[in-house]
């Protein structure tokens, strides 16, 4: 491998990681906010997956690529919201109604979702950071779309939101002390229900990523499992959301291994290079399990930590 | 001129009941009490577990609705529906257990818990106002620090910062002693005193501790059963009399008779253990301990020191990161084949949570030392329902183990007879090692006598005994040496006649 090809994996990785991340990143702040309240969906991977359906399905319907994105929201939104109500019912348990919805979501977004395999929507554009240099293989690395900064932006005001608003103190309450709460007088389950459905919304969006711009098409086979490894993913962010930025470019750089590798002509051992977000989540979640500093940082309601 | 200009600022109120009842099912929980707590006094509250203090301050805060009965606020009637009510009334109330949130910092917490909470917190102003608020307040709390990283004292005072923050002026409080220091209990308390005689607070405190009452309380009233036994001057009345109106007709208990005994043989020691707590932070340091036979070792503290995480090791359910366990100088692993072989039995705190399975029966409960030898088992893997059933109504009739059958799930018991169930099971053998926590905590006068007599009786019989217990007053009335646990170790051990209150509570603080 020469100094230049070096250079351009590099880059490669860089705008791959870009590009892979911004899914993870969205449904990680959902989850990141939806655990904040106490609760944990595990659903997301359904949001993820109809959020790309209805997505695909509006833009191609309207023509507009940013009203697909705005649907895909409202969709993840619904579910979030139904989660969030089921939820509240006496003696469920939020995982169980998690994984419901994992199947639940997929399974509308498949059945809905036949008609617009084949048609190709209008996609969303992005934004050339590296034309200037007027080198080709830089100028397509550094193709970033806007969701991504959009992304960024959430997770700092949700960061700033957690510690500087009334909201943002309720829901942390909410989130570890739920008797302490209910001595306030707030409505737990409205905060949660709230939270889940603000969650859901962020996965959906997630999701108009996937269909709408990388890989950006609909298919069945779309989603590689984004919607659960961001669950992971929150975990190895101790619950941050500045944090689940830095570790939703990871896991994108760790996605983005296998292409850029093929993209300078190294295809031996493609497939091992793609599983390496997977591998990663497994190590993740090992050392996080192992780390007693990590269980500090879990909100006490949640029900993965009870 | 405006209303609120002629308003003073907030004083001291007075409140009244008139008359209160509530009834739960059969049970009359509170039966035409009236009491009254004049603006400025520092009133106890006392009475015997399940006297009605609890419902009684629970239907003054809102969170019952009294069957009958009035409250009245600096003599107007006041309807108080809800606990938020009660706030807005300026009535607050610390409980037993803590409501701060743990991942919130304090100065969030106080924030948090004002109902005019801005939308978006302006972080330097609010500081400021904190800042100017701490100075006026006679106990400091680290504002900075989350909760789950202050000590058990420091979230007691910001308890009751949070509710003098919150202009609260009726501060009712839940037993508030408990988890802290005498040094500490009596500071706070000290300062409660002199807040309430300036006129700034009103307080009415839940109490057990008569020598608390004597020192900082001016007024008392006393609950049995749900009636009204008494009520006059703190400092007039002598502890006989309050607790005489407290038990009633039924004596008051005499003290477990403890026999002589010139044991010289150490049975249990402890060596150098260390172990670490659920996060891996260090709940045991370098702890040091020998128990002589016919000797109960009382192990005081506060609460949060390493004490359940010793009983834990003790009893196998925390690892030791380093040390070892000696009895009669052989090692010892807490596990069940070493409990058997060196008759090491205990009586955990919480026994419902530490040594019962609460939806197994009694008697599956009470065979649990027994079950895998004869007679219940046979060829070593039968088991025999028939004898285990017969040796359960035994022990259930010689305990005086009250439920409706041997056969209904343990959970279903009283608190004081899951404990006599559990003391059946561990002390009907031989017992040559006896480790006990916090055994009558939550339990009622006459239950508290007997568990007591029996773990004396153990003792008696040539047992060593190591009783950890936050009540001090329970350490010092049955030990024969009293150890002082504080930051994991132990720190003092000192025979009981060559001690005294005041040596423990300096050395439990941590000086």
């Known amino acids: 491998m020469t100094g230049a090809e070096l250079f351009i994996v590099l880059f490669a990785m860089i705008g791959g990681a870009i590009r892979v991340s911004t899914p993870f990143m969205f449904v990680a702040l959902g989850e990141c906010l939806t655990e904040k309240s106490g609760r944990i969906n595990l659903g997301h991977e359904g949001n993820l997956v109809l959020g790309a359906m209805v997505a695909y399905a509006v833009s191609f319907t309207t023509g507009s690529p940013w009203l697909g994105v705005l ?116 409505s737990i389950d409205l905060v949660r229900l709230l939270a889940t459905a603000a969650g859901g919304f962020l996965a959906g969006i997630g999701g108009a990523f996937l269909s709408l711009y990388y890989p950006g098409s609909w298919n069945e086979g779309l989603s590689s499992g984004q919607g659960l490894m961001a669950v992971a993913l929150v975990i190895f962010a101790r619950w941050d959301p500045i944090r689940c930025v830095w570790a939703a470019l990871l896991f994108g750089a760790a996605g983005a291994l296998g292409p850029s590798l093929q993209s300078i002509g190294i295809s031996q051992g493609y497939y091992f290079f793609n599983a390496a977000p997977y591998i990663l989540t497994l190590f993740i979640m090992i050392a996080s399990a192992r780390s007693k500093s990590a269980a500090s940082d879990a909100p006490g309601e949640l029900s993965i930590v009870k | 001129m405006t209303l609120a200009a002629t308003l003073p600022t907030p004083r001291a109120p007075s409140l009244e009941t008139e008359g209160m009842s509530k009834i739960f099912g059969p049970l009359v929980a509170l039966d035409d009490v009236s009491i009254s707590v004049k603006a400025g006094s520092f009133h106890a509250l006392l009475g015997e577990n399940g006297a009605g203090k609890s419902t009684l301050v629970k239907c003054i805060m809102g969170f019952y609705r009294a069957d009958k009965g009035r409250v009245r606020l600096n003599g107007a009637e006041v309807s108080v529906a809800s606990p938020r009510d009660a706030r807005s009334l300026g009535i607050g109330m610390v ?27 302006d972080w330097k102003r609010e500081r400021e106002k904190l800042a100017a608020f701490m100075d006026r307040m006679p106990f400091r709390v680290p504002l900075d620090k989350r909760v789950s990283a202050l000590s058990a004292g420091e979230k007691q005072k910001l308890e009751i910062l949070k509710l003098l923050y919150l202009e609260q002026r009726f501060l009712i409080l839940d037993e508030p002693t408990s988890v802290l220091t005498p040094g500490e209990a009596d500071e706070m308390l000290g300062l409660l005193g002199d807040m309430a005689r300036a006129g700034e607070v009103t307080v009415l405190m839940i109490s057990h501790k008569f020598r608390e009452v004597k020192a900082f309380c001016d007024s008392f009233t006393v609950l049995r059963r749900g009636q009204l036994t008494g009520s006059g001057d703190a400092q007039g009345a002598t502890v006989a009399e309050m607790s005489a109106m407290m038990i009633g007709d039924t004596e008051i208990r005499e003290r477990a008779a403890r026999a002589p005994r010139n044991d010289s043989q150490t049975v249990l020691e402890l060596a150098s253990l260390y172990a670490d707590d659920a996060e891996g932070r260090p709940a045991i340091h370098a702890l040091n301990l020998k128990v002589k036979a016919g000797e109960i070792v009382g192990i005081a503290g506060v609460s949060g020191n390493g004490q359940s995480a010793l009983v834990e090791v003790l009893s196998g359910q925390r690892p030791l990161t380093d040390g070892r366990i000696f009895i009669h100088a052989k090692p010892f692993e807490p596990k069940r084949a070493d409990f058997d072989r060196f008759k090491v039995f205990g009586l955990p705190e919480e026994p419902l949570k530490n040594a019962a399975v609460p939806r197994m029966s009694v008697a599956e409960n009470i065979a649990f030392r027994s079950y895998d030898k004869p007679p219940i088992t046979s060829l070593g893997w039968w088991l025999s329902p028939g004898p285990m059933r017969k040796k359960a109504e035994d022990l259930i009739a010689r305990y005086r183990v009250k439920t409706t059958s041997p056969d209904s799930p343990i959970e279903a018991l009283s608190g004081g007879n899951i404990q006599r169930a559990i003391l059946a099971r561990e002390l009907s053998g031989d017992v040559d090692v006896l480790i006990v926590a916090n055994p009558c905590f939550g339990l009622d006068f006459a239950s508290v006598a007997e568990i007591r007599t029996q773990i004396m009786e153990q003792r008696n019989k040539g047992a060593a005994v190591l009783l950890v217990s936050e009540d001090l007053d329970e350490v010092l009335e049955l030990s024969d040496r009293v150890a002082v646990m504080s930051g994991g170790s132990v720190t003092y051990v000192a025979p009981i006649a060559e001690t005294d209150r005041a040596t423990i509570g300096t050395y439990m603080a941590g000086h």
């Open chain 1, 71 to 186: 649907a895909a929201g409202g969709a993840g939104l619904i579910l979030g919201a139904m989660h969030g109500w089921i939820c509240a019912l006496p003696r469920v348990n939020d995982i169980a109604v998690g994984i419901a919805f994992m199947s639940f979501g997929t399974g509308l977004a498949f059945f809905f979702g036949k008609p617009f395999i084949q048609p190709s929507a209008p996609r969303l554009e992005a934004i050339g950071l590296g034309d200037w240099t007027g080198n080709p293989a830089i100028a397509q690395a550094l193709q970033v779309n806007p969701l991504f900064f959009v992304g960024v932006a959430l997770a700092v005001f949700l960061s700033w939101a957690f510690a500087n608003t009334r909201w943002g103190l309720i829901l942390r309450m909410t989130g570890d002390s739920a008797a302490s709460a209910r001595a306030m007088g707030v």
């Open chain 2, 95 to 121: 409980y037993q257990q803590f409501t701060l949130v743990p991942c919130l910092t304090a100065a969030e917490n106080l924030v948090i818990s004002r109902a005019d909470a801005p939308a978006i917190i």
